[in-house]
């Protein structure tokens, strides 16, 4: 490790909740700290490793020699990955930032993320910082969100509120207040984005996602069920909180579908009425706990940007569920591509940053947001 901060190339690796794949960003990270991406790169999971990655986050039962086969698989996955960026970009990275997969996320008892970083130290020749929620999560802390550091970063004002939110298998937002210092932050997870209206389009259309919103577009929403589903306590519970698939995963996207076919829903409306509950449990999560954080004292309080990434961003009917939920509320909607930055590439970026901090002793977390006892050094370094 380096304790004098200097301007290094960073490959931050992501693969979210969703399953989907598998996102590199290469960056240039340098003391401020300031970040410029330089090329990012989506690759999706082959059939065969996205149905073994399922099987491990959705708990069924499994040995402890398909654990370890899987974690040495997806650490060459990792590798193949960043080796193809690299080559479709034309810069060579000095580090990597590694999130690795959720296999488990259960605040105050267990977070677990795979991908073995030793396979991509080997493959790369640079060192790996990996492992990144554990050191916030020893901390007391729920090791998630751990992108509020790069919102920070790149959007802090000092003349606006900002809303960040990422649209992910899960959604989380960070409330910036105008002239926020890291200690004003307020940043949870609102409950799912995209990962009930995955599992619905599995199960009914053997597909892994609703396309542009489509399937979505063509359904009904159900009103009935959306308001059964917000009193999943989650909802009321104050942050700092994090959730994943133990929460929201096959057997609440079961339960959900079962909701709208007592109440007449098709297919198609069980769609619809996933995308609306999500809309709402992020509009919910906002009025419960962001108004009053940015020192907003009014519902209509106007001048609030409300900045919108992840694949949630590609389904056009959850996007205008956000614009007029949130519209109605004085609250702009920007998708963050229209600040130069890839919807894709968000949570790729933030671990490259994250790694680089680690990379100079500096902390990454961010104790207002996740809860922890202090600042902390994040993850594990593989040199």
């Known amino acids: 490790m380096n304790d004098k901060p200097k301007a290094m190339v960073v490959a931050g690796v992501m693969s979210g909740t969703s399953a989907d794949g598998v996102d590199v960003a290469l960056v240039r990270v340098s003391p401020g700290p300031k970040v410029k991406v330089l090329g990012h790169v989506g690759f999706a ?25 899987l974690n040495w698989k997806l650490g060459a996955v990792y590798a193949d990955c960043i080796e193809k960026a690299v080559e479709q ?34 493959r790369l020749g640079v060192p790996v910082v990996s492992d990144l929620r554990a050191a916030d999560f020893a901390a007391g802390g729920q090791g998630a969100p751990l992108v509020p550091m790069l919102d920070y970063t790149l959007f802090r004002s000092l003349t606006k509120n900002r809303v960040l939110l990422n649209l992910g298998g899960i959604a989380n937002v960070t409330a ?25 389009m599995q199960m009914s259309f053997g597909k892994a996602f609703d396309r542009g919103g489509k399937t979505a577009g063509k359904g009904r929403v159900l009103t009935d069920v959306v308001a059964k589903a917000m009193q999943d306590k989650y909802f009321a519970a104050a942050p700092p909180k994090s959730c994943g698939r133990e929460q ?53 309080a106007r ?22 939920m949130f519209g109605a509320l004085g609250v702009t909607v920007k998708p963050i591509d229209a600040f130069g930055i890839s919807s ?20 990454g977390n961010v104790p207002a947001a996740t809860g922890a006892r202090g600042p902390r050094t994040l993850g594990k370094v593989s040199c």
């Open 45 to 69: 999971y082959s059939k065969a490793v996205r149905a073994e990655v399922m099987r491990a986050m959705e708990g069924v039962p499994q040995t402890a020699a398909d654990f370890s086969r």
């Open 89 to 122: 970009i034309g810069v060579k990275p000095k580090l990597v930032g590694m999130h690795g997969q959720t296999i488990i996320h259960e605040a105050g008892r267990a977070t677990w993320q795979i991908g073995e970083a030793a396979v991509v130290r080997e």
């Open 176 to 200: 910036i207040p105008a002239g926020a210092s890291l200690d004003d932050l307020l940043a949870f997870d609102t409950g799912p984005a995209n990962m009930v209206v995955d599992a619905l």
């Open 248 to 300: 929201f995963g096959a057997f609440f996207a079961e339960q959900f579908k079962a909701m709208c076919v007592a109440v007449g829903g098709s297919d198609a409306d069980a769609v619809a009425t996933a995308t609306d509950f999500t809309a709402a449990s992020v509009l919910d999560g906002y009025v419960r706990y962001c108004w009053a954080h940015l020192g907003q004292r009014a519902p209509m």
């Open 303 to 324: 001048g609030t940007e409300l900045i919108v990434a992840g694949g949630g961003v590609k389904n056009a009917t959850l996007m205008r569920s956000l614009a007029a």
């Open 344 to 363: 894709q590439a968000k949570e790729a970026m933030a671990f490259a940053l994250l790694a680089w901090l680690s990379w100079h002793g500096l902390p």
